[in-house]
C-alpha cells in the first residue's frame, strides 16, 4: 500500500535505466531562526530534516551564506567579514551555526545523498577594520562630473590626528564643505556632519538642523557650531539659493574633550538619501595664538583591512576593493559599489584568494555545489576563470547557479554565453553554469495574479524566449529577495511549482522552504505534499523527456473547445519522448471557474484509443480517452493535474490523519478507503520544539522517533479506522506527527504531517537569557490552560532597583502557551534590575543584570 490520493501502477515494456533527476532545496527563508541560544540553530534544523528532504527527492540544499559577518549573529550572511571563520575562533556560532554544527549537517547530507550548495559572495566584503586609503582620498578630491559617480559617502570617514606631537589640541576648527564637481544634480542632497574623538563619543543629546547662511569666512557668512558627538543635519549648498556653495562648521576643542599624549578627531560625511559629491575642502586651525588652513592632514579611511582576522586566512586590504588605482568609473552594474566594499576582481591577489577560499569550501568544509551571490555586478572572466581553477584540481561542482537579477532573457542567456567564453573546453565538458530564471518567475506571478494571459508562460522562459539550454538554467517560484507585501507568488504558488517541476525543458526546479514547509508567517506555503508528489510524478514519468509541445499556446492547431474555463487562464501542454515511452499531459487551470476543455493533442507517440490517467488526483475524471485525436480535460478551480498515458488506476486512499490534544495526551486517528498489501503504520514522532516555534517539520527540535505501531489490515475494499493515543508528552511544547505505513515486503512511505501543541502546566516566569547582557536579552514564560473561559490579562514589568516602573513589556490578554518577549536596555544604565509577571493571581519577579 502507498499512502498517496490515488496509487497507480505503471506495467513497463522493457527495463530503462533512469538518472536521477535533479531537485534543488532552498533551505532557509531572510528571517530563518539565527544563532541566539546554545543548542538551537538552522545548522541542526537542516542535519535533522536530511532523511526527509533526501526521501523527497531533492538533491541539492542550497544554504544560507554562512560565514562571519560584520553584522553578528543575527546576519544573514550577506556582509561576508571573515571568510573562513564559520563559527569558531572564540566568537561562538554564526547566525547559522557553528563550525561543529556545519561539519555535522554536512555529514548528514553525504549519508542521506545530498550535496551541498554554498551561497558565496564574490561582488563584495564588509566590516574589516579601518585604515587610511590614499585611493579614495584621491578619488573624492579629484572627482570629475559627469562620468563617474561619487565614492559612498556612508562607507568612509575622515580622520585627523591631534595631540602628540602633531602641533594641534585645543582651539577652534572650522570644516568647510562643499560640492567637489558643483554640478547642480548633487545640490540640496542631505548629508549628516558628525564629529568625535577617542575621548568624546556619542553624547545622546538632540539633532541638530544646520540653519542659513552657513558659507563662513570663505563667503563673508557666518557658520554653524557643532558638538563632539551630536548629530548636525545639512544639505548640499546651491549657490544660487544660499548665495554661496560652502557649509562652515565650527567646532571648540576643549583639553578635557581629547587625550593630549595623541588622540584622533574623527568627522562623518554621509548622506542622508542620494549620494553627493560634498568633501571637506578646507580647514582652518586656530590655537588661539595663530591659524592656518590644515585641510593636508585629513586623512580618509574605509572599512577594508582584513589582515588580522580570527581564522588567519583570507587577508586583504584596500588594494583589493575599488578604487585603488585601477581604472574605473564606479558606474554602471559592474563598477557601481552596489553593496559594501566592491572587490576589483581584476586585482591578482584578489582573485587568488577568492579561488583559494572556493578551493576550501570544497576540500574542507565539503561544498559541491556554488550559488553566486549578484553575478551581475562582476565579470563574465572571473566566473570562467574560477571555475577553469576548480576544474584544474578535480574539483567539478554539480551545481553552479549564478543571480543575475533581470528578467531580460537575452542578458540571462547573455551571462551563459558569456561566462563559457572564458572556460577551458575541459570545464565546459565538466561543468555547466546555470543561471536563475527570472523571467520565467515573473510570468508565473502575473498569471497567477490574473494579471495577464496564462498562455505567456509558454513564451516567457529563458528556454522559450532566447533559445537557451535548459542545462543551464534553474527555475524557482520565490525566494529571499521577494519578501515585502506583493513580492511572493502568494496566490496559489503550487500552480507555479506544477509548472517548474513537470516542464523538464525550462530548467532544473527549485523548491523554496517556506512553500514547502510550515513557517510562522507565510500563509501561502505548506505545500510539502503536494510538491513531493509532483517530484515523484518528474522522475517516475517525465525526467529524460526530450520534447514537449504547447497545446493550448497562441494560435495554437490544437483548436481547444472550453465548456467551462478560458483559453487565457489555461496552460496545456504535452511532454513527449520519455524514458517510459509514455506521454505526459499537463494542465493549468488559474481561473475562478472550473476548467472542461476538449483539444487535440500530438499524436507523433498516441494512437486514437490510448487513455491518459490523472496521476495527481485533481480531476473531475480519473482517465480520459483519445478520440479522433483529441481529448477532453476536466479540473477544478484554480487547480492542476497531470495525465500519464498508460496509467491504470487503482485507487488506494488515505482518506484522513488528525490529531486532537485531552489534557496531556494526544489521540491520533486516521481513516483509509482501501488498503492494499498493507503491513501497518510505524507513529513517528519529533522531539518537543521549543517556544518560539519558528517554521515547521523539527525546525529546532531533534529527528524524528519511533513511538508505536498498529497493524494494518492487508487487503481491503471497505474503509477502515485506525487510532493511536500517544501518553508521554510535555506541556508547554510543540509536537509533529507522521505515519510511516509499511507493505508485507518491506516498503514504506511516509502520510503528511500533523502538528499539536500542548499547553503548559502550570504559570512560570523564566530566568532570563542572556544574564548579564547588554543590550537586549529575552524573558520568557508559560500560561497554563484556565478554566474560566477567558484568556488571563498578562502584565510583564521592569523595575529598577527603588521600585521604579521602567518599561512595560506586555500589557494584553494570553491564552495559554509558552511566550518570548524581547528587552532592549538601550537607553538603560549598567545595574540590577527587576522583571515581574502578573497573570490573574499569579506574580512573579526574578533579578537580572545590565552589564555596558
Known amino acids: 500500500m502507498k499512502i498517496k490520493y490515488i496509487l497507480f501502477i505503471i506495467f513497463c515494456i522493457s527495463a530503462i535505466k533512469i538518472y536521477s533527476q535533479d531537485f534543488l532545496l532552498q533551505a532557509w527563508y531572510w528571517d530563518y531562526p539565527k544563532t541566539t541560544t546554545p ?10 530534516k536530511a532523511a526527509d528532504i533526501s526521501n523527497a527527492g531533492f538533491t541539492y540544499v542550497w544554504l544560507p551564506p554562512f560565514s562571519r559577518a560584520s553584522s553578528g549573529n543575527n546576519s544573514n550572511g550577506y556582509d561576508p567579514k571573515d571568510l573562513y571563520d564559520l563559527g569558531e575562533y572564540g566568537l561562538g556560532a554564526t547566525g547559522f551555526g557553528t563550525r561543529t554544527d556545519v561539519d555535522d549537517m554536512i555529514t548528514a547530507f553525504n549519508t542521506n ?19 587610511n586609503n590614499t585611493a579614495v582620498e584621491g578619488w573624492i578630491e579629484n572627482f570629475t562630473y559627469p562620468g563617474n559617480n561619487a565614492y559612498p559617502s556612508d562607507r568612509f570617514r575622515n580622520t585627523l590626528p591631534i595631540g602628540g606631537s602633531t602641533g594641534r589640541g585645543t582651539g577652534d576648527y572650522y570644516f568647510k564643505v562643499a560640492s567637489k564637481s558643483g554640478h547642480s544634480d548633487f545640490y540640496n542632497r542631505g ?13 545622546g543629546s538632540s539633532d541638530q538642523n544646520e540653519t542659513e547662511p552657513n558659507g563662513g569666512g570663505d563667503c563673508s557668512q557666518g557658520n554653524n557650531s557643532v558638538s563632539l558627538g551630536v548629530n548636525m543635519f545639512a544639505s548640499v549648498d546651491d549657490p544660487s539659493v544660499t548665495g554661496c556653495g560652502t557649509d562652515e562648521f565650527h567646532l571648540t576643542l576643549n583639553s578635557s574633550d581629547y587625550n593630549s599624549a595623541g588622540d584622533t578627531i574623527y568627522i562623518v560625511l554621509s548622506n542622508t538619501g542620494s549620494y553627493s559629491d560634498h568633501y571637506i575642502y578646507g580647514l582652518w586651525y586656530d590655537n588661539g595664538t595663530s591659524g592656518s588652513d590644515i585641510q593636508s592632514a585629513v586623512e580618509y579611511q574605509t572599512y577594508t583591512d582584513f589582515t588580522n582576522l580570527p581564522s588567519g586566512s583570507g587577508s586583504m586590504n584596500w588594494q583589493n576593493f575599488k578604487p585603488n588605482g585601477n581604472p574605473t568609473n564606479l558606474q554602471g552594474d559592474w563598477d557601481w559599489m552596489w553593496f559594501y566594499y566592491d572587490y576589483d576582481q581584476f586585482v591578482a591577489d584578489t582573485k587568488s584568494k577568492l579561488f583559494a577560499w572556493s578551493e576550501w569550501l570544497w576540500s574542507n568544509v565539503g561544498i559541491r555545489g556554488l550559488r553566486m551571490d549578484a553575478v551581475k555586478h562582476f565579470t563574465y572572466e572571473f566566473v570562467g ?10 574539483m567539478d561542482p554539480g551545481l553552479v547557479v549564478g543571480e543575475f537579477y533581470d528578467s531580460n532573457t537575452a542578458l540571462l542567456k547573455g551571462w551563459i554565453d558569456n561566462v563559457y567564453t572564458y572556460m577551458d573546453a575541459a570545464t565546459q565538458s565538466a561543468i555547466q553554469p546555470r543561471v536563475f530564471d527570472f523571467a520565467l518567475r515573473s510570468a508565473l506571478k502575473t498569471a497567477s495574479e490574473f494579471g495577464g494571459d496564462a498562455r505567456d508562460i509558454f513564451t516567457a522562459s529563458m528556454v522559450d524566449a532566447a533559445g537557451a539550454n535548459g542545462f543551464n538554467v534553474v527555475t524557482f517560484v520565490n525566494n529571499h529577495d521577494f519578501r515585502d507585501s506583493g513580492q511572493p507568488i502568494d496566490k496559489d504558488p503550487i500552480l507555479a511549482y506544477a509548472y517548474i517541476l513537470t516542464n523538464n525543458q525550462v530548467g532544473l526546479p527549485t523548491v523554496y522552504y517556506p512553500d514547502y514547509y510550515p513557517v510562522s508567517g507565510f500563509s501561502y506555503g505548506n505545500l510539502k505534499s503536494k510538491i513531493d508528489s509532483l517530484i515523484d510524478i518528474h522522475k517516475n514519468y517525465i525526467f529524460g523527456a526530450t520534447s514537449r509541445d504547447y497545446l493550448s499556446r497562441y494560435s495554437t492547431p490544437y483548436s481547444p473547445s472550453f465548456t467551462s474555463g478560458l483559453a487565457s487562464t489555461t496552460a496545456i501542454y504535452q511532454i513527449m519522448n520519455t524514458s517510459t515511452g509514455r506521454d505526459v499531459i499537463v494542465a493549468l487551470n488559474y481561473a475562478g471557474d472550473p476548467l472542461n476543455v476538449e483539444i487535440g493533442i500530438n499524436m507523433s507517440s498516441v494512437a486514437n484509443g490510448d487513455t491518459f490517467s490523472d496521476v495527481v488526483g485533481n480531476a473531475t475524471t480519473t482517465y ?6 483529441r481529448i477532453t480535460l476536466q479540473i477544478p478551480v484554480r487547480s492542476y493535474s497531470v495525465w500519464v498515458k498508460d496509467a491504470v488506476p487503482v485507487p488506494v486512499e488515505l482518506v484522513s490523519f488528525t490529531a486532537n490534544v485531552s489534557g496531556n495526551k494526544v489521540k491520533l486517528k486516521w481513516n483509509t478507503a482501501t488498503e492494499v498489501n498493507n503491513y501497518g503504520f510505524d507513529v513517528e514522532r519529533t ?7 519558528q517554521g515547521g517539520g523539527n525546525d529546532v527540535g531533534g529527528g524524528w522517533e519511533n513511538i508505536g505501531f498498529v497493524e494494518g489490515h492487508g487487503n481491503s475494499n471497505s474503509p477502515k479506522e485506525y487510532e493511536f493515543v500517544d501518553e508521554h508528552i510535555i506541556g508547554g511544547s510543540k509536537f509533529q506527527y507522521r505515519l510511516k505505513q509499511i507493505d508485507n515486503d518491506g516498503k514504506y512511505e511516509y502520510s503528511n504531517i500533523v502538528e499539536v501543541e500542548i499547553a503548559p502546566g502550570k504559570f512560570e516566569l523564566f530566568q532570563n537569557y542572556p544574564n548579564p547582557f547588554n543590550p537586549s536579552t529575552t524573558i520568557k514564560f508559560s500560561i497554563p490552560f484556565v478554566e474560566t473561559g477567558h484568556a488571563p490579562s498578562v502584565q510583564l514589568k521592569v523595575y529598577d532597583v527603588l521600585g521604579n516602573e521602567v518599561a512595560i513589556l506586555l500589557n ?12 532592549d536596555a538601550s537607553n538603560l544604565a549598567s545595574g540590577v534590575y527587576f522583571y515581574r ?3 490573574g493571581g499569579f506574580i512573579q519577579t526574578k533579578r537580572m543584570l545590565v552589564m555596558k
Open 39 to 48: 543548542g538551537n540553530n538552522w545548522a541542526d534544523t537542516l542535519k535533522n
Open 113 to 131: 545523498g545530498l550535496k551541498a550548495v554554498a551561497d558565496v559572495i564574490y561582488n563584495h566584503r564588509d566590516g574589516g577594520a579601518a585604515e
Open 191 to 203: 548629508y549628516k556632519f558628525y564629529i568625535w574623538t577617542n575621548q568624546v563619543g556619542w553624547q
Open 385 to 394: 576563470d574560477l571555475l577553469d581553477d576548480l576544474h584544474s584540481k578535480g
Open 624 to 629: 480520459s480517452t483519445v478520440s479522433n485525436g
Open 687 to 693: 522531539s518537543p520544539l521549543p517556544p518560539p516555534y
Open 812 to 823: 494584553e490578554e494570553k491564552s495559554a502557551g509558552t511566550y518570548q518577549v524581547n528587552f
Open 837 to 839: 509577571l502578573q497573570a
